[in-house]
């Protein structure tokens, strides 16, 4: 079964500082894909940014950034320029493409941009 | 706007009721799916629909039933709810099964 572990509970920066959430996940498939799901205080859930496992290079969104080292089953993100806006909950999700789609999420870290 | 439609917004109701949560998916999204989120908690995914069918069924309670009309929207079904129910409950959409979802702004149910 796959898992998805977020071992950061809570961080905080000063705004325009850069931040790096990490993800670590575990799986046998070699077909998948991988998202970061940001959730503000409006608790709207929101797509951050998507990574498809067959892809070396890393995705980008403007100021977020993802580092995907597959061998390691590691996916983090990296938020530059961290505004107060960026604070929410940021949940990491994996997705199996062979199987039934299911979206299997981490528990989530709370970041809090601090002014 | 994700294009997910969720109604209600919120629901507040006694233990022992039951309640249907409506989703619209953004048009041309054929894939529903319907996850718990509990205070302070992740998400707890439900089940998921294509295009009518039943996909993939996740930590649903007995009391918890779905089902995704020809039109594609979808209804969650509580019924003989307890206290723990109490959660937001998001619908999410995609075009096919295998790519991102967006997600509704969630219906609030608060079981008092």
């Known amino acids: 079964a796959q898992t998805v572990t977020q071992s950061q509970p809570e961080m905080s920066v000063q705004e325009a500082e850069t931040v790096t959430l990490s993800c670590t996940y575990d799986?046998?498939?070699?077909?998948?894909?991988l998202f970061w799901y940001k959730q503000p205080p409006s608790r709207q859930m929101i797509l951050v940014i998507r990574?498809?496992?067959?892809k070396q290079q890393n995705a980008t969104e403007n100021r977020f950034s993802v580092n995907f080292q597959k061998a390691a089953k590691s996916f983090s993100l990296k938020i530059s320029d961290s505004q107060l806006g960026d604070t929410a909950m940021y949940f990491c999700?994996?997705?199996?493409?062979?199987?039934?789609?299911?979206?299997?999420w981490g528990a989530g870290t709370k970041l809090i941009i601090k002014p | 706007d994700s294009g997910v439609t969720q109604t209600p917004k919120h629901l507040i109701t006694a233990t022992g009721q039951r309640v249907t949560l409506r989703c619209s998916p953004r048009?041309?999204?054929?894939?529903v799916y319907w996850y718990q989120q509990s205070l302070d908690q992740g998400l707890q995914f439900l089940i998921q629909?294509?295009?009518?069918?039943?996909?993939a069924k996740g930590n649903i309670l007995e009391r918890f039933s779905a089902q995704q009309f020809p039109d594609l929207h979808s209804e969650l079904n509580l019924s003989s709810l307890e206290l723990g129910d109490s959660a937001l409950y998001f619908c999410?959409?995609?075009?096919?099964?295998?790519?991102?979802?967006?997600f509704g702004q969630g219906t609030r149910l608060t079981v008092v």
């Open positions: 999700a994996f997705m199996n493409m062979d199987s039934n789609y299911q979206l299997i």
């Open positions: 999410a959409s995609s075009v096919v099964m295998n790519t991102e979802a967006f």
């Open positions: 629909y294509y295009n009518g069918e039943e996909r």
């Open positions: 990574q498809e496992a067959y």
């Open positions: 799986t046998s498939e070699n077909n998948y894909y």
């Open positions: 048009s041309g999204d054929l894939s």
